[in-house]
Structure formats: C-alpha cells, structure tokens
Antibody, heavy 123, light 110 residues
Framework: QLQLQESGPGLVKPSETLSLICTVS??????????WDWIRQSPGKGLEWIGS???????HYNLSLGSRVTISVDTSKNQFSLKVSSVTATDTAVYYC???????????????WGQGALVTVSS | NFMLTQPHSVSESPGKTVTISCTRS????????VQWYQQRPGSAPTPLIY?????PSGVPDRFSGSIDSSSNSASLTISGLKTEDEADYYC?????????FGGGTKLTVL
C-alpha cells in the first residue's frame, strides 16, 4: 500500500525559506501518469492547492502564490519536495503531500494524502 | 481563475438526508469534473466523490454527487446521516493544470 510522509522543520523564521520533503513508500514515484501535489491548510481555514510535479520534473503552480514556490522531484530517493521562499505568518499552515490520481489521461482526484506537517512561521 | 463557493455550515439530524452545494463563480460547472472530500478533525481529507458522481472503492453509497448546470453548482448528498458523518466537506475542481477547492462546509449531525 502506497504511503506518503511529510518531513521538515516545524518552525521557520519570517523572510526565510520553508522546505518540506514528502517520502513515498510502498511504491514508485515514477508511476506515470500520476502527479504529486502539495496542499496546505491554514489554522481553522480551508484547503489551498499549492502545486504539483510529475516524475518527469514537469511542475505546475498556484499562480496566487507567485514565484515563491518551487516543487521538485527526486526519483532516486522516491521523494518530492516543496520550497516556499520569503515566508510570512500567513504561510503558517499544515502542509499535506498528496497523490493526484490520473485515469484515461485526465485528473481524477487526490487519492492518497500524507498525515500533514504543521509549519509555523515565527521569529 | 474561478472560485467554488460552499455554505459555511449545515446541520441535520441522524437518519436524515443533507445536501451540500458548491457553486462555480465563472465558467460552466460541467466543463470540469467536481470532486468531494471529507475531513474529520485532526485528520487529512479523504476522497468521497470524483468525476461529479463516482465513488472511490470503499465509500458507502450513502454518499452521492451531482451537478446542476442551471445553477452552475455541484451537490454532495448524504443520506441516512450518522454521527460519524460530522466533519468538514470540500468540493474541488480544476481548470487545465490548476486545482481549486471550495471553502469547505462544516456538517453538524445533531
């Protein structure tokens, strides 16, 4: 059974870069055509899609986050990662890594989720 | 890009049926499939419905989805409500490579 697990610092200072890694176990991250996504949830708020990456390295981002976000994949380690630069308190959230299930050459749904990692931005 | 608007909260009694709406702000609701997720407190979301009305394996048939082009909205209907259904529910759709979530609806089963 495929599982996802987020890891990274739980506390980041304002203006610094938030970095998280998602490790995929029980299967290969290179299983095309699935994409791998990051989604966040601010305390008491709803879900916000951050972006996605394919095992080929192709990435897509939520334009509302501007150019602060980078999502990359390391197939040799079966991991994908998230970097958010110049963070502020509004980036405080639980960050989830997920799998974007595809079928018949189209997006179906987010079928697998990590447990989530709380990242607090504070000095 | 478009937005998906959900009621902030709904409530209903055990055994009854409740419907949660999700209205698309621009573009046709039928142009891209709608998904629904359930999130219990302290847990990650889990998928309930995909492609408007399909249930992933293991999801009870008490959960059903539909779309209504006349109101440009999607709906999640939960029948035979159980106390364990008390959770937050999110609709989600997409436009090309963008994924959009609704603001979420808190369901109280009282």
């Amino acid at each position: 059974q495929l599982q996802l697990q987020e890891s990274g610092p739980g506390l980041v200072k304002p203006s610094e870069t938030l970095s998280l890694i998602c490790t995929v176990s029980g299967g290969s991250i290179s299983s095309s055509p699935d994409y791998w996504d990051w989604i966040r949830q601010s305390p008491g708020k709803g879900l916000e899609w951050i972006g996605s990456v394919h095992s080929s390295g192709r990435a897509h981002y939520n334009l509302s986050l501007g150019s602060r976000v980078t999502i990359s994949v390391d197939t040799s380690k079966n991991q994908f990662s998230l970097k958010v630069s110049s963070v502020t308190a509004t980036d405080t959230a639980v960050y989830y890594c997920t799998r974007e299930k595809w079928g018949q050459l189209r997006f179906l749904y987010f079928d697998l989720w990590g447990q989530g990692a709380l990242v607090t931005v504070s000095s | 890009n478009f937005m998906l608007t959900q009621p902030h909260s709904v409530s209903e009694s055990p055994g009854k049926t409740v419907t949660i709406s999700c209205t698309r702000s621009s573009g046709s609701i039928a142009s891209n499939y709608v998904q629904w997720y359930q999130q219990r407190p302290g847990s990650a979301p889990t998928p309930l419905i995909y492609e408007d009305n399909q249930r992933p394996s293991g999801v009870p048939d008490r959960f059903s989805g539909s779309i209504d082009s006349s109101s440009n909205s999607a709906s999640l209907t939960i029948s035979g409500l159980k106390t364990e259904d008390e959770a937050d529910y999110y609709c989600q759709s997409y436009d090309h490579n963008d994924r959009v979530f609704g603001g979420g609806t808190k369901l109280t089963v009282l």
